[in-house]
Nanobody, 119 residues
Framework: QVQLVESGGGLVQPGGSPRLSCAAS????????MGWYRQAPGKQRELVAR???????NYLNSVKGRFTISRDNAKNTVYLQMNSLKPEDTGVYYC?????????????WGQGTQVTVSS
């Protein structure tokens, strides 16, 4: 079993720069892709950023230049540094990881952390 635990969300003023963290724990052999998704009220969940085990990154167009994803493979942790936040960045942010364990590969999700951008 694998658990993903996110932290770092909350109420942020426009222009703020919070950092989200997500730590994976449990029966882990290796982690392939780690990423962050978000879901705004009334909208579908969308990919915000993803990073492979070798460090290749992809971003949602609307966050390019403002958000930076990184990971610490030794700690099985992925981060999302968010800068210049806008109200439209509001949503529940979910961590995702593709993990290899005793029973094979699995796709895992965190419980989500709310990010609200408002003055």
């Amino acid at each position: 079993q694998v658990q993903l635990v996110e932290s770092g969300g909350g109420l942020v003023q426009p222009g703020g720069s919070p950092r989200l963290s997500c730590a994976a724990s449990g029966s882990i052999f290796s982690i392939d892709v780690m990423g962050w998704y978000r879901q705004a009220p009334g909208k579908q969940r969308e990919l915000v950023a993803r990073i492979t085990s070798s460090g290749v990154v992809n971003y949602l167009n609307s966050v390019k230049g403002r958000f930076t994803i990184s990971r610490d493979n030794a700690k099985n942790t992925v981060y999302l540094q968010m800068n210049s936040l806008k109200p439209e960045d509001t949503g529940v942010y979910y961590c995702n990881a593709v993990v290899s364990g005793p029973t094979g590969w699995g796709n895992y999700w965190g419980q989500g952390t709310q990010v609200t951008v408002s003055s």
